[in-house]
């Protein structure tokens, strides 16, 4: 049982370029989400899924797109990287509304964009 | 718009003091409210939670305080210790769903 598992840990990205940003989960956790960690300013939801092929827009979803093709998967893709998007970021899951125990938080990938 | 807000940014303690960490929220529909210690390099990680009704909650050295008409809730440690060292961040559930709303963290350090 792995839990949830982000890949990869670090990366530097050009200005322009794009990536994709893996998450995946064993839990068969329904809810899983993509948040971004900034200095000052807490964990800001970036996109969300309750399911597979159901996902929405978090606080700050622009610059960013996701898919929810299978229950473990959730990648968060950066179209064109910007200076503004360099950030630790990070993919949580959980079971659904109603039920205790919280999110499950992978370990983070730290993004530099030059 | 910050709907959970944190304070203090950062705290210092000596070791066996009493660390206190607030949080104020706006969102009457948030039925449920936990607390979330990340160490470096890692992912945070659920310390403790509580329901709006349901006044204190502790475990082990951990306690919850909440007050629903303040819309208020605090994280109190006690004998802290330079283990504790971490940032600690409140959130907010809504009942409508499974987003978290989170604060902008508290960064505590415990000298020994």
């Known amino acids: 049982n792995a839990g949830v598992t982000q890949t990869p840990k670090f990366q530097v990205l050009k200005t322009g370029q794009s990536m994709t940003l893996q998450c995946a989960q064993d839990?068969?956790?329904?809810?899983m989400s993509w948040y971004r960690q900034d200095p000052g300013m807490g964990l800001r939801l970036i996109h969300y899924?309750?399911?597979?092929?159901?996902?929405d827009q978090g606080e700050v979803p622009n610059g960013y797109n996701v898919s929810r093709s299978t229950t473990e998967d959730f990648p968060l893709r950066l179209l064109s990287a910007a200076p503004s998007q360099t950030s630790v970021y990070f993919c949580?899951?959980?079971?659904?509304?109603?039920?205790?125990?919280?999110?499950?938080f992978g370990s983070g990938t730290r993004l530099t964009v030059v | 718009q910050q709907q959970v807000k944190q304070s203090p940014q950062s705290l210092i303690v000596q070791k066996g003091g009493i660390s206190i960490i607030n949080c104020a929220y706006e969102n009457t529909a948030f039925d449920y409210f936990p607390w979330y210690q990340q160490f470096p390099g890692k992912g945070p990680a659920l310390l403790i939670a509580i329901r709006p009704d349901v006044s204190e909650k502790k475990e082990g050295r951990f306690t919850i305080s909440f007050n629903k008409s303040a819309k208020q809730f605090s994280l109190h440690i006690m004998d802290s210790q330079p283990g504790d060292s971490a940032t600690y961040f409140c959130?907010?559930?809504?009942?409508?769903?499974?987003?978290?709303?989170f604060g902008e963290g508290t960064q505590l350090t415990v000298n020994p």
């Open positions: 949580a899951s959980s079971l659904m509304t109603g039920l205790e125990g919280g999110y499950t």
């Open positions: 899924s309750v399911g597979a092929g159901i996902t």
């Open positions: 839990m068969n956790h329904e809810y």
């Open positions: 959130a907010a559930r809504s009942a409508s769903g499974s987003r978290l709303t």
